[in-house]
């Protein structure tokens, strides 16, 4: 098995063409890069976050959820258009939800929406990829200690 069984994630690296199996509610942005790739000259948004692989119903007498969480790194390749709104107030930008519209303007790069809680971003981008650094880990809270997912990241290697 590529994955990780107790959590369901089926395999650790994702692209646009699991979009429509993939989902970044309530997720937490803990740090976003805009560059370029070092060997070539191609702009590029990154983000790493705390991803949610699964909810836990919560066991009896709990009322709380727990949940499946595992860092991870979200880059858009070849990123244009590059705009948005931050807020943060001293808070995790927590994930809302993310869309993927079409271009309006005819180029072939789509258009994405990271809607946030405290946050709008939007990037131009033919698509993306999404690394699982570590396992998924299940945890209480829905975002993951310093120490649970190694510091912040932006490595482009699955854990496994």
């Not at 990780?4 to 509610?25: I, Q, R």
């Not at 998924?136 to 809270?141: E, M």
Request: proline residues 7%; charged residues 25%; aromatic residues 12%.
């Amino acid at each position: 098995m590529n994955g990780h069984e107790p959590s369901g994630l089926e395999k650790y690296t994702w692209t646009d063409a699991d979009f429509e199996v993939m989902g970044w509610h309530d997720g937490k942005i803990r740090a976003i890069s805009v560059g370029e790739r070092e060997d070539e000259q191609v702009p590029r948004l990154l983000l790493d976050l705390d991803y949610i692989v699964k909810w836990v119903d919560p066991a009896k007498p709990s009322r709380y959820f727990s949940f499946w969480i595992a860092p991870a790194t979200l880059v858009f390749e070849a990123a244009w258009h590059v705009e948005g709104d931050l807020a943060p107030n001293g808070n995790l930008l927590e994930i809302a939800d993310l869309h993927r519209l079409d271009s309006p303007d005819g180029p072939p790069a789509a258009l994405w929406h990271i809607e946030g809680q405290n946050f709008d971003l939007r990037v131009r981008s033919a698509g993306y990829t999404q690394y699982f650094r570590k396992e998924p880990q299940h945890v209480s809270g829905q975002v993951l200690t310093m120490a649970q997912r190694g510091g912040l990241s932006f490595a482009e290697v699955p854990f496994a």
